[in-house]
């Protein structure tokens, strides 16, 4: 099992920017892919982004493609999602998600096929 801890949100203006942190803790970082999801109010929890057991292949939303990157450190046991251009429709609260059905080179978008989730971290964009 493993344990997932967001940090790094909360409230910036629209244009700015934030990083997202996630530390895993208990099993090997690298048995897992990663991913990053969020959930608005009223809405379904919604892909963002996802990285490679391998850290070599990474997928984005279609929202957030070109304004966020995600990236992991094996060292520090922690995946990052950084945010670039915030708009505020990209508040909502941002979940990590782990998971170990994933071959070595592979992502996935579907939240049915995370195993592990964090608590969530409230990211809110003012306009």
């Known amino acids: 099992q493993v344990q997932l801890a967001e940090s790094g949100g909360g409230l910036v203006q629209a244009g700015g920017s934030l990083r997202l942190s996630c530390l895993a803790s208990?099993?090997?970082?690298?048995?897992?892919?990663m991913g990053w999801f969020r959930q608005a109010p009223g809405k379904e929890r919604a892909f963002v982004a996802a990285v490679s057991r391998s850290g070599m292949k990474t997928d984005y939303g279609d929202s957030v493609k070109g304004r966020f990157t995600i990236s992991r450190d094996y060292a520090k046991n922690t995946v990052y999602l950084q945010m670039n251009s915030l708009k505020p429709e990209d508040t909502a609260v941002y979940y990590c998600a782990a998971s170990r059905r994933t071959l070595l080179g592979a992502v996935t978008k579907t939240t049915a096929e995370y195993d592990y989730w964090g608590q969530g971290t409230q990211v809110t964009v003012s306009s």
């Open positions: 208990g099993r090997t970082f690298g048995d897992y892919a």
